[in-house]
């Protein structure tokens, strides 16, 4: 069974603050992809980012970096120096590569980020 | 900019009353998604379709159904809305299935009277 954990349900910052959202996965399968998501007041689900399970390289676009450890199974979100327009719900995701799954996203519960000015 | 649009984003309407929402993609993607969010949860697909394959997931109502009459527009239409079917629903576009990534639109927000 696949499973994501996001053990923070809420976090608050002050701007320019560095924050880390943790995501915590569970597959058996060997060939699996990770996403996370920005999901604002407004309700969009916005893609951040797509890693699948054979690139364990790090990834820094911007003011966001992720660290996908295959061996704690975990891929963390860091957002540096924080904004209050970073302020939304972020969603870690999972899907596998096989049969009738096909397609299917393993959401976390989501953590709510908060960065106050 | 190719898009993932909803129509209506807001939507009210009473118990047990008929309604539809609208999906539309400019991305020509094969793949359309529907999902239910409640307050302070995680999306959960209801449907999705690969061209015009229908799969439902084991778990969705009966009250929801879907139509994907071409590749651009897809339908969610909810028979006899309760009160508990008040929710967000996401549409999302995928261009194959597992590995690419899924395209959210802005969401309608179903309140049900």
């Known amino acids: 069974a696949q499973k994501v954990t996001q053990a923070q349900t809420e976090i608050s910052v002050v701007e320019k603050e560095d924050v880390t959202l943790d995501c915590v996965y569970e597959?058996?399968?060997?060939?699996?992809?990770l996403f996370w998501y920005k999901q604002p007041p407004s309700g969009e689900l916005v893609f951040l980012i797509r890693?699948?399970?054979?690139?364990?390289q790090n990834e820094i676009s911007g003011r966001y970096s992720w660290n996908f450890q295959k061996s704690t199974s975990s891929f963390n979100f860091t957002i540096t120096a924080s904004q209050v327009v970073d302020s939304a719900v972020y969603f870690c995701a999972l899907s596998v590569h096989r049969g009738s799954t096909l397609g299917r996203l393993y959401f976390g519960r989501g953590t709510q980020l908060t960065v106050w000015p | 900019d190719a898009m993932v649009i909803q129509n209506p984003r807001y939507q009210v309407t009473q118990f047990g009353k008929p309604v539809t929402l609208s999906c539309s993609q400019t991305?020509?993607?094969?793949?359309m998604y529907w999902y239910q969010q409640k307050s302070s949860q995680a999306p959960k697909l209801l449907f999705h379709?690969?061209?015009?394959?229908?799969?439902n997931e084991a778990d969705t109502p009966d009250n929801f159904q879907s139509r994907r009459p071409n590749t651009s527009f897809c339908f969610l239409d909810i028979r006899s809305p309760g009160l508990g079917d008040a929710a967000m629903y996401l549409c999302?576009?995928?261009?194959?299935?597992?590995?690419?990534?899924?395209?959210f639109g802005p969401g309608t927000r179903l309140t049900v009277l």
């Open positions: 991305l020509n993607h094969n793949v």
């Open positions: 379709y690969y061209d015009k394959d229908f799969n």
């Open positions: 597959t058996r399968d060997t060939t699996y992809y």
């Open positions: 890693r699948n399970s054979f690139d364990e």
């Open positions: 999302a576009t995928s261009r194959e299935t597992v590995s690419d990534t899924q395209y």
